[in-house]
């Protein structure tokens, strides 16, 4: 058996970009940066960053086409897909994209907040999103430092 799925949470580098196909299904086009921190040979405590871009279909699509924007956070998970084209000089090109299967939004208005998230593309009415506005749970902060790779037994 052969698994193809990616789980990725950070946040976007740009603004979504929501386009019709020509039969009419949505699609949205995200850049999300991760971010992984490790300590480097002589001791210090560097922060690397990935890049990723993501393609969402259908209705999710739309829902982050309107919720979502350049800083916002969001947790992705679908599967890698590589496209190959050519540009207008002719040359061939590559790129690997996450195809999203389920997208779950971050908290709205700040890291303090933590607005409700929405999954599969669903949109809480308005009842919905001030009840997630008053159920604020509280900010857990841990110390990065505290979990070390050689800890994980596997």
């Known amino acids: 058996m052969n698994l193809n799925k990616v789980f990725i949470f950070g946040n976007l580098t740009r603004d979504p970009?929501?386009?019709?196909?020509p039969g009419g299904q949505s699609v949205c086009t995200l850049g999300i940066a991760t971010n992984s921190f490790?300590?480097?040979?002589?001791?210090?405590?560097?922060?690397?960053?990935?890049?990723?871009?993501?393609v969402v279909w259908g209705k999710q699509a739309?829902?982050?086409g309107q919720y979502l924007?350049?800083?916002?956070?969001?947790?992705i998970e679908g599967r890698l897909q590589t496209r190959a084209w050519q540009d207008q000089q002719g040359q061939n090109r590559k790129t690997t994209e996450i195809i999203c299967e389920r997208m779950q939004?971050?908290?709205?208005?700040?890291?303090?907040h933590q607005g409700g998230g929405f999954?599969?593309?669903g949109v809480p009415d308005q009842e919905d999103q001030s009840a997630h506005?008053?159920?604020e749970l509280p900010e857990i902060n841990l110390?990065?430092?505290e979990i070390k790779a050689e800890d994980i037994p596997f």
């Open 62 to 64: 739309e829902v982050a």
């Open 17 to 21: 970009e929501l386009r019709q196909t």
């Open 69 to 75: 924007k350049k800083g916002s956070s969001a947790l």
């Open 105 to 112: 939004l971050g908290p709205r208005g700040g890291s303090s």
């Open 119 to 121: 999954e599969r593309g």
């Open 143 to 145: 110390d990065e430092d």
């Open 38 to 54: 490790y300590v480097d040979k002589s001791g210090q405590r560097q922060q690397k960053a990935e890049f990723h871009n993501v």
């Open 133 to 135: 506005m008053k159920d």
